[in-house]
T-cell receptor
Framework: DSGVTQTPKHLITATGQRVTLRCSPR?????VYWYQQSLDQGLQFLIQ???????AKGNILERFSAQQFPDLHSELNLSSLELGDSALYFC???????????FGSGTRLTVV | AQSVAQPEDQVNVAEGNPLTVKCTYS??????LFWYVQYPNRGLQFLLK??????LVKGSYGFEAEFNKSQTSFHLKKPSALVSDSALYFC????????????FGKGNQVVVIP
């Protein structure tokens, strides 16, 4: 157990639908990062939050949004889903400094 | 922007032979470099990091990495590969101008042949 919890582990949904992925960071970590991993695109950075505030945006589609709550957990919302959104979505947390990231085990999203 | 490159898609090595996974970096300033490993259907796990100090960094599971400033490389190595080392390996660099987020390479699939 890495200390970063992601739910659900698997999600199957239809095109056009909306889903919410949840992440609880490791205790004490203020930063949360979301990544999308697909076979053809590798590991793509989506968005970063620090203590409730958005800090950086990467290759995140307008159909996707995220937030970090006062208890530091984060949610990634994906709407108007397309087949190409099928991927593994990872959350990672960090305390800053030079400690790198701790990753969750991911949510596998399948859009049918 | 800071970036890393992993030039090989797949590395095949026989069990018991030395394993090397290559990574080169491009940074402004001092590099903070990381290696992560991903086993099937799992998240990325931290292996080792270079921040400062000795150029040879030792990490988890018998892995080590050599920082080479003149060649801007940070290759991951293991003296004797195991079948259980078969996984996807990612090199990453910290971007101090990008809110310290990590920029990952595309990953290298390592296949250790029994």
């Amino acid at each position: 157990d890495s200390g970063v919890t992601q739910t659900p582990k698997h999600l199957i949904t239809a095109t056009g639908q909306r889903v919410t992925l949840r992440c609880s960071p490791r205790s004490g970590d203020l930063s949360v990062y979301w990544y999308q991993q697909s076979l053809d695109q590798g590991l793509q950075f989506l968005i970063q939050y620090y203590n409730g505030e958005e800090r950086a945006k990467g290759n995140i589609l307008e159909r996707f949004s995220a937030q970090q709550f006062p208890d530091l957990h984060s949610e990634l919302n994906l709407s108007s889903l397309e087949l190409g959104d099928s991927a593994l979505y990872f959350c990672a947390s960090s305390s800053g400094g030079d400690y790198g990231y701790t990753f969750g085990s991911g949510t596998r999203l399948t859009v049918v | 922007a800071q970036s890393v490159a992993q030039p090989e898609d797949q590395v095949n090595v026989a069990e018991g032979n030395p394993l090397t996974v290559k990574c080169t970096y491009s940074v402004s300033g001092n590099p903070y470099l990381f290696w992560y490993v991903q086993y099937p259907n799992r998240g990325l796990q931290f292996l080792l990091k270079y921040i400062t100090g000795d150029n040879l960094v030792k990490g988890s599971y018998g892995f080590e990495a050599e920082f080479n400033k003149s060649q801007t490389s940070f290759h991951l190595k293991k003296p004797s590969a195991l079948v259980s080392d078969s996984a996807l390996y990612f090199c990453a660099v910290r971007d101090p101008y990008g809110n310290n987020r990590l920029a990952f390479g595309k990953g290298n699939q390592v296949v250790v042949i029994p």
